[in-house]
């Protein structure tokens, strides 16, 4: 057992009860490799999707994370390391050979946790790379707090959108505009399901 699997069947009984999370829409999960893209309240977040989803999650965390003990145990995690205040060829290259080796790849556009409205406008670049240079499709997943805002013991909505085809996301136009179009995907799932 590796030490991601080994760290997931230990955390999966204590977030099901502290945040009762429940993935839905599992039948839209993609064979093989996908990057997942979703929104990102808490740092329960990546906690959640690992638990839920079946396959192991590499994701892609702030390289300020990236420090002390905390940092080498990301690191044992595969954890790619992302410096966001510019191009980070070497964590896009990471990703990329991540996804051909058939792993998903787990992103939060946004960049770090954003409390308010999640908009398509906050999205960085470097989904649509990935998707592009790995030759996957993206995956919209919404996390949606019952309450508004994670709350120890509260429901937690997993829900897993249609994926955006490669196909689909080269017609539209640069690496900005298509990062903007996956993110969108995130907050219409997001709008819908709490209006």
């Not at 505009?177 to 993110?183: D, L, N, T, V």
């Amino acid at each position: 057992m590796s030490f991601y699997g080994f760290i997931r069947g230990v955390a999966r009984p204590f977030t099901k009860l502290m945040y009762r999370y429940k993935l839905e829409g599992a039948e839209n999960i993609p064979q093989g490799a996908f990057v997942l893209c979703s929104n990102h309240l808490s740092f329960a977040d990546p906690v959640c999707l690992a638990c839920a989803f079946k396959p192991k999650i590499v994701f892609v965390a702030k390289s300020e994370l990236n420090r002390g003990i905390f940092g080498k145990f990301l690191k044992k995690l595969k954890v790619v390391f992302i410096n966001r205040e510019q191009a980070d060829l070497g964590a896009i290259r990471q990703s990329v050979a991540a996804l051909k080796e058939g792993k998903p790849v787990g992103i939060f556009p946004q960049g770090t946790r954003v409390k308010g409205k999640a908009e398509a406008s906050q999205a960085l670049e470097g989904i649509s790379i990935m998707c592009a240079l790995g030759k996957v499709p993206a995956l919209p997943v919404a996390i949606i707090y019952t309450k508004g805002k994670p709350r120890l013991f509260c429901k937690t909505r997993l829900v897993v959108g249609k994926p955006v085809a490669l196909e689909e996301l080269l017609k539209i136009g640069d690496r900005a505009a298509q990062s903007k179009y996956i993110f969108g995907k995130v907050c219409e799932i997001v709008d819908n399901e709490t209006n």
